[in-house]
């Protein structure tokens, strides 16, 4: 009994170490795809932060367009209230071209509602939020 102990002990020895070689030559794919994930959901939290900062000021705009009939105060509101919120740490500046008045309609209550732009009455407000090299706050670092 002893005997077939030792030989299967023999057997176990001689491969010793096999799974540190696996693990050493998965080691940087692993690394890379965690790296990779993690880049992806960086970006994806900016872009969020976009459309809320962006949803947040043309509400904004909007209701005081619709309370002041006053584009002048839409802007400076939806304006004021993109600085509230942060995009990468950084409050959100929008430029004056940043924000356009136009008319949203919609063939039907099941349908989406479709922006054009200018119009001699506004109803509506639209806002482009943006962080790259022409924009007030400059790029985004990813």
Do not use: C, H, W
Request: aromatic share 4%.
């Amino acid at each position: 009994m002893s005997l077939r102990t030792n030989r299967a002990a023999g057997k176990a020895g001689s491969r010793r170490g096999a799974v540190i070689a696996l693990v050493a030559i998965l080691l940087l794919p692993l690394l890379m795809l965690a790296a990779l994930a993690i880049n992806f959901a960086y970006i994806e939290l900016r872009r969020t932060e976009m459309y809320i900062a962006a949803d947040a000021a043309a509400r904004a705009g909007g209701r005081e367009l619709t309370m002041a009939r006053s584009k002048t105060a839409a802007v400076t509101k939806a304006k004021r209230l993109a600085q509230l919120n942060e995009v990468g740490g950084k409050p959100l500046t929008l430029g004056n071209g940043d924000i356009e008045f136009g008319v949203a309609t919609r063939a039907n209550t099941a349908s989406r509602y479709v922006f054009t732009p200018g119009g001699t009455n506004p109803t509506s407000i639209r806002v482009t939020a943006r962080r790259t090299t022409g924009s007030a706050d400059g790029p985004l670092d990813l």
